[in-house]
């Protein structure tokens, strides 16, 4: 019952994920504003990781049960309010609201599974997790795609609503409340200053060079503002009682390697997966439904190599390899990737992207349960968030940057070739087909040319990824649950 009420709570994660990132296109294109794309997606992530640590912690003072009602409730509200948006601005706030509650929906399910897993098994959870995964990633973009073809984008966000309560019903059957035997202090002002520092540090990324010039005032102001705060969260955290981050956790090898690598693997994976519906559906010419189905090859590279992760781990108690592995084939299928072209085909297509599946499902279920078995029981919920806030970080910047190196790159493209876009005109699918045959190849052409400078740079936080997993210590997996207290 605990593993089926965990599977509901990832399913309604990654179907808000998938759903999303394929409407985008129509989405901009019925709300205008095509330099603000990163946004739907920045706004989600940077919420969801600001508020990430903080559930790790109030989990592991207060027990996870009632921080999973706080964070569904969350998560369900912004939902109701993303499915009203009448216009960009509302629909980012929106998706902020929505953030603060799937900010803890993977922090606790990942760790509710090490208050009940050993860690030698939690591979095996993983694979069973990783098909629930795969199922939302093969159905989101299907069903968003249908709603977008058939009624309205708006009708995406209402989807997260039956499943959300589906999880608390689940929930509150199987898992016991836990009630804490001594008062606690909650490290509020490192959670402010934390707050302060990544907002600062996405706004500067995504902004710079595009809506503000980089030597600005308010760029300058926004880097100082990051520093300044950064450095004032790892003051309050080294005499805090109760750290959101405990600095003596970055001691730890295990934590501070998988830490880098779920930072690197998180912007390989947002960063790439954001930009493939906008290339199909604008350089290929596909329809939100068919882009849906072109991305299936992903999911089900994801769902094997997790399968065999985990299996592996579960068989010999190791982990350090799939890493390295993950993290090489991230780097093949980046490069692979920016080859692009507007004649490449779908199956070469579906061969590239299953291949950058393969990478992902060789890491993220390992550096979650490498990271649970080398740190504290007392602390497992604050590790395992850490471990989702530094790949949500990487995430969040990933997409801000190469949001705004893809509207660059697209402008210019367009200014190379003379081509002015007709007042009034967003690119979107709908929009792609009305407009002159030769009008279209231009602006096509000029999205190929946009996103393969992404995939580069994919390649190489794979290369960087690689090497920083030749540095991950391996501590045998356990074969049984740590008690609280030990």
């Known amino acids: 019952m605990v593993i089926a009420s965990i599977g509901v709570l990832l399913l309604l994660a990654a179907m808000d994920q998938t759903i999303v990132s394929t409407a985008l296109p129509t989405i901009v294109a019925d709300l205008g504003g095509l330099d603000h794309l990163s946004w739907v997606v920045t706004a989600y992530v940077l919420a969801s990781t600001v508020v990430a640590p903080l559930y790790g912690k109030l989990g592991d003072l207060y027990g996870r049960r009632r921080m999973v009602f706080i964070s569904v409730g969350l998560f369900l509200?912004?939902?109701?309010?993303?499915?009203?948006?009448?216009?960009?601005?509302?629909?980012i706030i929106s998706r902020a609201i929505q953030g603060l509650g799937g900010g803890g929906l993977f922090v606790l399910a990942l760790a509710v599974v090490g208050d009940v897993i050993a860690p030698r098994d939690r591979g095996?959870?993983?694979?069973?997790?990783?098909?629930?995964?795969?199922?939302?990633?093969m159905l989101g973009p299907l069903i968003g795609g249908w709603f977008v073809e058939v009624a309205s984008w708006h009708w995406i966000f209402y989807v997260n609503i039956p499943f959300g309560l589906l999880a608390v019903v689940f929930f509150t059957l199987s898992f016991p409340p836990f009630t804490a035997h001594h008062d606690h202090k909650i490290d509020w002002a490192g959670a402010a200053t934390l707050s302060v520092a990544l907002a600062s540090l996405t706004l500067v990324t995504s902004l710079g060079g595009s809506t503000i010039d980089w030597l600005s005032p308010t760029t300058l102001g926004l880097i100082v503002l990051v520093l300044a705060s950064g450095w004032l969260f790892f003051r309050i955290e080294a005499g805090?009682?109760?750290?959101?981050?405990?600095?003596?956790?970055?001691?730890?090898?295990?934590?501070?390697?998988?830490?880098?690598?779920?930072?690197?693997s998180g912007a390989a994976m947002f960063g790439a997966i954001t930009f493939l519906p906008i290339y199909l559906q604008i350089a290929k010419g596909a329809s939100p439904t068919v882009s849906g189905l072109l991305l299936v090859p992903m999911t089900l590279g994801i769902l094997t190599a997790a399968n065999l992760s985990g299996r592996y781990m579960g068989k010999t108690g190791r982990y350090r390899i799939l890493p390295m592995i993950g993290t090489a084939v991230i780097s093949v299928a980046g490069l692979l990737l920016a080859t692009l072209s507007g004649?490449?085909?779908?199956?070469?297509?579906?061969?590239?992207?299953?291949?950058?599946?393969?990478?992902?499902g060789c890491i993220f279920p390992v550096v979650t349960t490498a990271v649970q078995n080398a740190v504290p029981r007392q602390q497992l919920g604050t590790?395992?968030?850490?471990?989702?806030?530094?790949?949500?970080?990487?995430?969040?910047?990933?997409?801000?940057?190469?949001?705004?190196l893809f509207t660059a790159r697209m402008a210019a493209s367009l200014a190379a070739k003379g081509v002015t876009l007709p007042a009034g005109v967003e690119i979107g699918p709908q929009q792609m087909a009305s407009l002159?045959?030769?009008?279209?190849?231009?602006?096509?052409?000029?999205?190929v040319n946009a996103v393969h400078p992404i995939y580069w740079a994919v390649a190489v936080l794979g290369a960087i990824g690689f090497f920083i997993a030749l540095r991950l210590e391996e501590i045998p997996l356990a074969n049984r649950v740590v008690p609280r207290g030990e």
Not at 383 to 404: D, E, H, K, N, P
């Open 77 to 91: 509200f912004g939902s109701a309010l993303c499915g009203l948006a009448t216009s960009m601005l509302f629909l």
């Open 124 to 137: 095996k959870v993983q694979g069973i997790f990783a098909i629930v995964f795969s199922l939302a990633s």
């Open 240 to 264: 805090a009682s109760e750290p959101i981050l405990p600095p003596s956790l970055f001691g730890l090898n295990v934590f501070r390697n998988t830490s880098a690598i779920g930072f690197i």
């Open 343 to 360: 004649t490449t085909s779908e199956v070469t297509f579906g061969l590239i992207i299953a291949l950058l599946g393969l990478g992902m």
């Open 383 to 404: 590790a395992t968030a850490a471990g989702v806030m530094f790949r949500q970080i990487g995430g969040s910047l990933a997409v801000a940057a190469f949001g705004a």
């Open 436 to 447: 002159d045959p030769a009008l279209k190849a231009d602006v096509a052409s000029a999205v």
